[in-house]
């Protein structure tokens, strides 16, 4: 491969020292390459990091400072998502002319077979786990990777022509691809996120429709009519469009009409399947859904493959998972919910009242909305974290007054059992980052989990 063969003998940087980082430095030292594992966080102890990647991996680690003598003889940087672009550090690079690829562009351009990458605020990970269960029930080889913790370079090498590879691509990883072009693409929704890496609403916007930005009519991209930033990137987008809502019925693609789904082709509609023959809950899911049968459909597969893995297909962890009914009282962890939209499906999909544990990393979010669609179903609002006290505030200005502070998560979670009665629901769907209590989301939703089947029945 041409790719292989440019690699051969290159000085390549990899920056952060994480799933990712190892992930690039592993298939760098397997393709010919001379990585250099770099991660300046001084506290590190380089022997852990060099512990981290294989035996046979021939990369070096560096940790702290890099010296100059390394930096002067680099001829590719390769980014993990968690740092930023911008930095004083990465445009030296950049300045000199070097190359600045993510973990995504290089397993890409490693890669053999046919690419779908899912992207959006909120729904990715469920979507990507759903058509990759789609895709596995017709395709032979298929791989499912990226933001959803499978680093995309640990299978690129295996890959084939008959692979498919179904990626969940985050913003953070699209401002890094150059030449990436999946077959079929996807935006799902863009609400504000991630502003403290992105700066502003329009660099974010950008950096989610980077996933089309090499794709052609022969392409196809699957986007939110609801939403209004993808409903106008679909009069721009340089793939062909297949569009899905949940509010009004369409021409042309997938839409929700009371609880059936229909696809529509020249304004002649065909029914899909009622809301009801799938395990999920929530609209956000039924979004979620009618993206995965637009993508899947777009890969060829039948529509009898689709929706009998549709009608199987349970929820992801951590997304509005439910966990169990105890003393009467139905628990849900929502703990992928770390953005106010992606809490504002949570709350949505809530039919009973609800005592309902926020808070946590502030990303500077805007909580209002958030507040807004809670729609007299919290009767109890716990809150944690750093953002607590501001959370706490906006509430109050939406008449919210059943709030509770708590110090601990623990405290917390005791705070709901204590509150709740039968035909209660307790969610928790923070609207922030577990940033500060936890090392990750999953880290909060399965302590979560671990207290609610810990509960004795009375």
Known sequence: MVVKMELQGKKVLVVGSGI????????LSRVGACPILY???????????????????????????????IKNTIELVVLSPGV???????????????????????????GKGKVVAITGTNGKTTTTSLVGEIMAAYYKSVDVVGNIGNPYTLTALESNEETVTVAEISSFQLETI????????????????????????????????????????????????????????GERCPAKVVYFSSARKLENGFYLEGEE??????????????????????????????????ISQAM??????????????????????????????????????????????????MCKPTILIGGGYDKQSEYDEWIEAFDGKVKCFVLIGQTREKIAECARKYGVENIILADTFEEAFDICVQNAVPGDAVL???ACASWGMFPNYEVRGKMFKEFVNNLKES
């Open 20 to 27: 990712s980082g190892v992930g690039a430095t592993e298939v």
């Open 39 to 69: 991660d300046e966080n001084e506290k590190l102890i380089k022997a852990d990091v060099e512990a981290k990647l294989s035996d046979s991996c021939k990369g070096e680690v560096v940790v702290g400072k890099l010296p100059e003598e």
């Open 84 to 110: 930023p672009t911008d930095t004083e550090f990465v445009n030296g690079f950049r300045q000199k002319g070097i190359k600045i690829w993510g973990e995504i562009e290089l397993a890409y351009v490693l």
């Open 178 to 233: 150059e030449s990436f072009r999946p077959a079929v693409s996807a935006i799902l929704n863009i609400t504000p996120d991630h502003l403290n890496r992105h700066h502003t609403m329009e660099n974010y916007i950008a950096a989610k429709e980077a996933i089309a930005m090499n794709q052609t009519k022969d392409d196809v991209c699957v986007l939110n009519y609801e939403n209004e930033y993808t409903k106008a990137f």
């Open 261 to 294: 789904i229909y696809q529509a082709q020249d304004g002649m509609s065909e029914r899909v399947m009622n809301v009801h023959d799938m395990n999920l809950v929530g609209m956000c899911n039924v979004e979620n859904v009618m993206a995965a049968i637009a």
């Open 300 to 349: 060829g597969v039948p529509m009898d493959v689709i929706l009998a893995t549709v009608r199987t297909f349970k929820a992801v962890e951590h997304r509005i998972e439910f966990v169990a009914t105890k003393r009467g009282v139905d628990y849900y962890n929502d703990s992928k919910g770390t953005n106010p939209d992606a809490a504002i499906q949570g709350i949505k999909a």
């Open 428 to 430: 928790l769907s923070p």
